[in-house]
């Protein structure tokens, strides 16, 4: 059962248009009872699974809270949306980052945004600037992977969420972040924050920055998830694709003019 709920799951989480719901008779803040009812019938449902010793049980129970939830994400499920932010305590790091994805995904927005944005801050803070050497600290390194994995399921559940202004500030101060794993995590998904004044302003800023850095493996990484972010958020296909390493400088130089042209019809 548990890899068919993960299957449909993924497909909403594709597809919303599909798969998610609307209901006429749910308006935000009041779920309609049938709706109401089907929640609390989840809740009671998922609580042994979600409590469960077995991290695979526990993600069992958050896809059966994430299906009813999309029945009605016109207006979405408080009650559901508690759920899944006492779940971004797991201990699991795989279940933290399974609740965050499924908490944008179905989450109420405002409530997920912000309380997406306080967990990336907080990740961002922890996370190392350098990748530890797999040779001399290989635990350092699993630990250090965990982690970065585990942000980008948390940048995944924010975005979800491009109509909340928290998100947008949240991906604008990833992608400024002085961590370039921090930014490449933060612009490998912000695709979606199309014509985003604020995410585009930052993606440009951090281009600019990487330009001038050292080569090394973060700050390439973090270049080449700017890179390709910019044409996507930007909107704009006018600026031939870089080439290699050697034309950094011209990449760079149009889209610091491109930006200087359109900053002000951004929102």
Not at 29 to 45: Q, T, W
Request: glycine share 4%; charged share 30%.
């Amino acid at each position: 059962m548990k890899p068919l709920l993960t299957a449909i799951f993924t497909a909403i989480l594709a597809a919303p248009a599909a798969f998610a719901e609307d209901c006429t008779s749910c308006k935000p803040g009041k779920i309609c009872p049938p709706h109401d009812g089907a929640d609390e019938a989840a809740i009671k449902d998922a609580t042994p699974l979600l409590r469960d010793k077995d991290m695979e049980k526990r993600r069992e129970g958050l896809d059966r809270l994430a299906i009813a939830a999309a029945k009605h994400l016109n207006a979405r499920s408080k009650k559901i949306t508690n759920e899944f932010m006492r779940m971004l305590a797991d201990p699991e790091a795989t279940v933290k980052g399974y609740a965050a994805e499924r908490l944008g995904a179905c989450g109420e927005e405002a409530t997920a945004a912000g309380t997406l944005a306080a967990e990336v801050a907080k990740m961002e803070k922890a996370l190392a600037m350098d990748k530890p050497n797999a040779e001399k600290k290989e635990a350092e390194l699993k630990k250090w992977e965990e982690q970065l994995r585990t942000l980008s399921n948390f940048f995944v559940g924010l975005a979800k969420l491009t109509t909340q202004p928290a998100a947008a500030a949240a991906f604008e101060k990833g992608i400024k972040s002085a961590n370039p794993w921090v930014c490449k995590t933060a612009a490998e998904n912000c695709k979606g924050f199309k014509k985003n004044k604020a995410v585009a302003g930052a993606l440009i800023t951090a281009l600019a920055s990487y330009f001038s850095k050292n080569v090394t493996e973060g700050n390439s990484a973090a270049w080449t998830a700017v890179s390709m972010a910019l044409p996507e958020v930007s909107q704009c296909n006018d600026i031939p694709t870089q080439k290699d390493g050697t034309d950094a400088a011209r990449w760079n130089s149009q889209w610091q003019k491109w930006w200087r042209d359109n900053e002000k019809s951004l929102k």
